[in-house]
């Protein structure tokens, strides 16, 4: 079965500076997509950035970043110039390609907390 | 984006009743919903997947009989909750995927939007 790591269950950055949120997965499998999702105090969750297994080249959202390295099964988010409406639980999700099962896996979470 | 609405937002029950949750996407046919429950300071935890005009796949642990599902429109997808208890007090969340049912491959994205969530109380 996949699993999602997220070991820091909780950060905090201050406001322009960059923090960098962990996450690892166990899969056996070769295709598939990693997200992060951000969910702020209203709950509504929403998409930061997605990256396909197949992609070698890191994806980029304006000032989201991804660290992905498929061999070390790791995907790390990378914040640059910290806002006040960062501050949100982040989630880290694991989905396969096709078929029924696929389905999203979510990681434990990451509370960040942005500071002045 | 896609906009997926939940109906209600918040509800309170008493024990032993039931209590319907909607889930609908506005603005797009949507295949295959999920259903999430999400425990505070918790991560989401998948409790079924639904399929228009089929059974709804339910993850291990989740009662069938307890969480039924019906998804009988590719815009519409409802939860209820019966004979609920206090510890099913929890926060629901539904998505709903846009796209093909499990067609996706490797050039295909069927993102998933989700709903704004429903919270339950059970006294």
């Known amino acids: 079965a996949q699993t999602v790591t997220q070991s820091q269950p909780e950060m905090s950055v201050q406001e322009a500076e960059t923090v960098t949120l962990s996450c690892t997965y166990d899969?056996?499998?070769?295709?598939?997509?990693l997200f992060w999702y951000k969910q702020p105090p209203s709950r509504q969750m929403i998409l930061v950035i997605r990256?396909?297994?197949?992609?070698?080249q890191n994806a980029t959202e304006n000032r989201f970043s991804v660290n992905f390295q498929k061999a070390a099964k790791s995907f790390s988010l990378k914040i640059s110039d910290s806002q006040l409406g960062d501050a949100a639980m982040y989630f880290c999700?694991?989905?396969?390609?096709?078929?029924?099962?696929?389905?999203?896996?979510f990681g434990t979470g990451t509370r960040l907390q942005v500071t002045l | 984006g896609a906009v997926v609405s939940q109906h209600p937002s918040r509800v309170i029950c008493k024990s032993g009743t039931s209590v319907k949750i909607e889930c609908r996407s506005l603005?797009?046919?949507?295949?295959?919903m999920f259903w999430y429950r999400q425990f505070p300071k918790q991560s989401l935890m998948l409790m079924a997947t639904?399929?228009?005009?089929?059974?709804?796949?339910?993850e291990q642990g989740v009662e069938k009989d307890k969480f039924l599902i019906n998804h009988a429109s590719l815009t519409l997808s409802t939860l209820t909750v019966t004979s609920a208890h206090p510890e099913d007090s929890s926060f629901y969340i539904c998505?709903?995927?846009?796209?093909?049912?499990?067609?996706?491959?490797?050039?295909?994205?069927?993102?998933?939007?989700f709903g704004p969530g429903t919270r339950l109380t059970v006294l």
């Open positions: 990256q396909e297994a197949y992609k070698q």
């Open positions: 998505s709903a995927r846009l796209g093909p049912k499990g067609l996706a491959g490797p050039s295909s994205y069927n993102e998933q939007f």
């Open positions: 639904s399929n228009e005009g089929s059974k709804a796949t339910y």
């Open positions: 603005d797009f046919q949507a295949t295959t």
């Open positions: 899969t056996s499998e070769s295709d598939y997509y």
């Open positions: 999700a694991y989905r396969i390609y096709t078929g029924t099962a696929s389905k999203l896996t």
